[in-house]
């Protein structure tokens, strides 16, 4: 059975910065392209960044390029999301999940919390 955790949200001022941590089970995770999502209240789920299963191509969406960054440590099973320079319209829950292109139906977590506010 897939799982995925996802940890470390919370509230932030803006221009802060948080890390987000995705720990991956169930599945072999090296051999996996991961992605992080986000949804805001009211709105539909946004794709924000992929990495493919090396690590080696990271892609994100224009809201959030050269803000944040993509990055996994296969021997820990873990993908990482760092978000930098943080605005109120980065509130939103942020999920992680399997597979580069987001389809709508792909596996993912929970979810953890960001709240950019002053």
């Known amino acids: 059975e897939v799982k995925l955790v996802e940890s470390g949200g919370g509230l932030v001022q803006p221009g802060g910065s948080l890390r987000l941590s995705c720990a991956a089970s169930?599945?072999?995770?090296?051999?996996?392209?991961m992605m992080w999502v986000r949804q805001a209240p009211g709105e539909q789920i946004e794709w924000i960044s992929s990495i493919d299963e090396y690590g080696t191509l990271p892609s994100y969406a224009d809201s959030v390029k050269g803000r944040f960054t993509v990055s996994r440590d296969n021997a820990k099973n873990t993908l990482y999301l760092q978000l930098n320079s943080l605005n109120t319209d980065d509130t939103a829950m942020y999920y992680c999940?399997?597979?580069?292109?987001?389809?709508?139906?792909?596996?993912r977590g929970q979810g953890t919390q960001v709240t950019v506010s002053s």
């Open positions: 999940g399997k597979g580069y292109y987001w389809r709508g139906d792909n596996e």
């Open positions: 169930g599945f072999y995770f090296p051999s996996a392209d």
